[in-house]
T-cell receptor, first 116, second 112 residues
Framework: EAQVTQNPRYLITVTGKKLTVTCSQN?????MSWYRQDPGLGLRQIYY???????DKGDVPEGYKVSRKEKRNFPLILESPSPNQTSLYFC???????????????FGPGTRLTVL | GENVEQHPSTLSVQEGDSAVIKCTYS??????FPWYKQELGKRPQLIID?????GEKKDQRIAVTLNKTAKHFSLHITETQPEDSAVYFC???????????FGKGTKLSVIP
């Protein structure tokens, strides 16, 4: 089954304790992205990746890191989480056909993070 | 960068009535406009999209219209049903870009 998976689905942690949220897709998509969703603010992009070893900042990158060592995986790293990073996080992926045209993004199930 | 405004933020309709959600965008070079539906506790899922070379697209009870001159696009849902209740997000993507800029969402409630 074609899908995007995220782990963990729920996480409660404390300020300053490093954490990683994993994202994996099995559709051979080149483009992957992380969003955070907060009430009244919609979906805001944190980081994105056009392909292996190619990553770039989105609209709200502060406090986050990413890596893309393999095509299927795109982990989100919070080196020193703070309470303002409490949010619902979504990973997404899509094709990138080099045509300059965006395509449907497929979302993972979401990770609800609480930082105390 | 791109800015997408979405209205209304909440919308209640009677079952069987139509619902319309409107979005405006700022970048005249934007060329891809998807709509996502997010049911409570679920992930966003694409329901319809349109590219800038098309003015209207329809899929059963849902349709999207695009006015490039005015830089706005709308989602139309006819004969609404309770299962249409969800949060709907519009988005826009600029020329040569794979990034989507999302609106803040519209919570649609269909009252039986």
């Amino acid at each position: 089954e074609a899908q995007v998976t995220q782990n963990p689905r729920y996480l409660i942690t404390v300020t300053g304790k490093k954490l990683t949220v994993t994202c994996s897709q099995n559709m051979n998509h080149e483009y992957m992205s992380w969003y955070r969703q907060d009430p009244g603010l919609g979906l805001r992009q944190i980081y994105y990746s056009m392909n292996v070893e190619v990553t770039d900042k989105g609209d709200v990158p502060e406090g986050y890191k990413v890596s893309r060592k393999e095509k299927r995986n795109f982990p989100l790293i919070l080196e020193s989480p703070s309470p303002n990073q409490t949010s619902l996080y979504f990973c997404a992926s899509s094709f990138f056909r080099g045509s300059g045209r965006a395509f449907e993004q497929f979302f993972g199930p979401g990770t609800r993070l609480t930082v105390l | 960068g791109e800015n997408v405004e979405q209205h209304p933020s909440t919308l209640s309709v009677q079952e069987g009535d139509s619902a319309v959600i409107k979005c405006t965008y700022s970048d005249s070079a934007s060329n891809y406009f998807p709509w996502y539906k997010q049911e409570l506790g679920k992930r966003p899922q694409l329901i319809i999209d349109i590219r800038s070379n098309v003015g209207e697209k329809k899929d059963q009870r849902i349709a999207v219209t695009l006015n490039k001159t005015a830089k706005h696009f709308s989602l139309h849902i006819t004969e609404t049903q309770p299962e249409d209740s969800a949060v709907y997000f519009c988005a826009a993507s600029g020329a040569g870009s794979y990034q989507l800029t999302f609106g803040k969402g519209t919570k649609l409630s269909v009252i039986p």
